[in-house]
């Protein structure tokens, strides 16, 4: 039978010299074997095996006596292991490495080692296992968020065309997609709607989005601007007149917006500017859904649907005796808060490069942002939001001399420098994450215009499946940050 022991074993002399006798030297050999944190499993040159440690035995779940003395080929055969690189080592007559699955369901990275004697033989093989269940689940956890994220960007997806394909929109930051899909319910239901947030935020866009997708779609949708309108004529507008109410007025009377709005929607804006005395009225119309016109004594029916919005607090009004308490809580049914532009940054890149488009088709010009105007323009707080946003880029592709626009052509900074890493502009920058944002605003908004992937990528510059993964990869990394 071929020798079986360690090459350097075939010496005793050096052997004694190492370790001060060969006994000492096989002692030595089994505390290394045994100390190893890894499995150690070792056959002869035939695949019978010989020698196994307790870290194998415990990874495998296996006893040594089902082991030991025997051919890897019955314990291959028996279902032991489900597959020996050991008999693949032989075989091929060089190191393999393979993954293997136990009995007690644990994974394992093998490792089979052929050793040689000086004729060329295998005398044994010597297989380290390395426990990977820890891997395998964390792998697999891995997979299932995967899927999970994969499932979630499907659905904001969807969101997203469902609510924005309809009206005249644009939402990329995942905050005010949720805002949508709230704004999305509510507009089946006919129910006051208060609209809150910072002037220019869009609520007239919400307002409308609104109407559009209701079961009043077919009426007229109106907008009233109550901080425009002089206060002694706020309430012949909203209400009418008969004829001879007042000076001026004319013959035969005139309804108002309540009756002109019947079976469609009102959009009263800046309802926290509208007097006091208006605000009687207008909840008693809200209440009995009847309007009596200056001057006349006959009450009409109006069926309307108000949506109110505001920038102003109208709680702290309440508690001032600014706002009326009980038209307060008249118009606050279904309150939604409309976030600023600043706590939506993932919309400034879309909404101006929309804006920019837009101009120039209008104009017939080829402007576009550059990379320091886009990270310029994420920097700053717009605290006249969308609005502001809007007036800017028009400004710019007027003022621009170039088909460029860059971050000194914009009023509010003269120059964007980027800050350097733990210098005086501040803390480490991230530039891979920073070029990632500015690549997945590109592509999404690529895929918002062209509909399919193939135009969007080729509009970018790049084939279709690097489109793809790159969607997906910074897709997953947000919603994995959030």
């Known amino acids: 039978m071929p020798n079986r022991e360690p090459a350097f074993l075939h010496h005793p002399h050096q052997a004694a010299g190492m370790f001060g006798s060969l006994q000492e030297a096989y002692d030595r050999l089994d505390a290394i074997i045994e100390s190893s944190y890894d499995g150690i499993f070792i056959t002869d040159g035939q695949a019978v095996t010989i020698r196994v440690n307790q870290a194998y035995l415990t990874i495998t779940g296996l006893r040594a006596e089902e082991v030991l003395g025997r051919s890897m080929w019955d314990l291959e055969r028996e279902g032991i292991v489900d597959r020996s690189g050991t008999l693949i080592a032989i075989s091929k ?30 005398v044994m093989v010597v297989t380290n296992v390395r426990d990977t269940t820890e891997l395998y689940d964390l792998q697999e956890k891995y997979r299932r968020s995967a899927e999970q994220n994969e499932k979630y960007y499907s659905e904001i997806e969807y969101t997203r065309k469902q609510v924005l394909d309809s009206a ?17 319910r509510v507009a089946a239901l006919d129910t006051t709607v208060l609209l809150l947030g910072e002037t220019g935020v869009g609520k007239e866009k919400i307002a409308k989005y609104i ?51 019947d079976k469609g929607t009102l959009f009263l804006d800046e309802i ?7 605000q009687v009225k207008l909840l008693r119309v809200l209440q009995e859904r009847t309007v009596t016109r200056v001057g006349g004594n006959e009450a009409v029916s109006v069926d309307v649907r108000v949506v109110a919005a505001t920038n102003r607090d109208l709680g702290q009004m309440v508690r001032d005796k600014t706002f009326r308490e009980d038209l307060f809580y008249r118009l606050n049914v279904v309150p939604i808060t409309i976030p600023p532009l600043r706590e939506r940054r ?4 879309p909404f101006a ?60 900074h003269s120059v964007w420098t980027p800050p350097l890493p733990g210098g005086e502009d501040g803390p480490t920058v ?30 970018l510059g790049m084939d279709p499946a690097t489109f793809v993964r790159k969607r997906k990869r910074y897709a997953q990394e947000r919603l994995l940050q959030k």
């Not at 905050?175 to 704004?183: I, K, S």
């Open 430 to 459: 991230d530039l891979k994450a920073l070029t990632g944002q500015f690549e997945l605003q590109f592509i999404n908004r690529a895929y918002e215009r062209f509909g399919n992937v193939r135009d969007a990528a080729r509009s």
């Open 168 to 184: 005249d929109l644009i939402a990329a930051d995942r905050r005010m997609l949720e805002v949508l899909e709230l704004v999305d």
């Open 211 to 261: 109407f559009k997708n209701s079961a009043r779609r077919e009426g007229r949708f109106l907008t009233v601007n109550c901080g425009a309108i002089a206060p002694n004529l706020i309430e012949s507008e909203l209400f009418g007149y008969v004829q001879g109410a007042f000076t001026g007025a004319s013959r035969g009377g005139k309804p108002g917006l309540f009756e002109v709005a």
């Open 346 to 349: 993932d919309d400034i890149i």
């Open 93 to 122: 007559r060089k190191p393999v490495t393979l993954e293997q699955v136990f009995r007690n369901g644990r994974h394992a990275l093998i490792a089979s080692t052929p050793v040689f004697d000086e004729s060329g033989d295998i």
């Open 353 to 412: 490069e929309s804006f920019l488009e837009e101009l120039n088709k209008k104009y017939n010009l080829r402007k576009r942002l550059t990379a320091s105007a886009c990270q310029a323009m994420l920097n700053y707080a717009w605290p006249g939001n969308v609005r502001e946003l809007k007036n800017i880029i028009e400004r710019m592709v007027i003022m621009s001399g170039s088909d460029q626009i860059r971050a000194e052509d914009l009023p509010f």
């Open 272 to 278: 926290g500017e509208l007097p006091l005395e208006m």
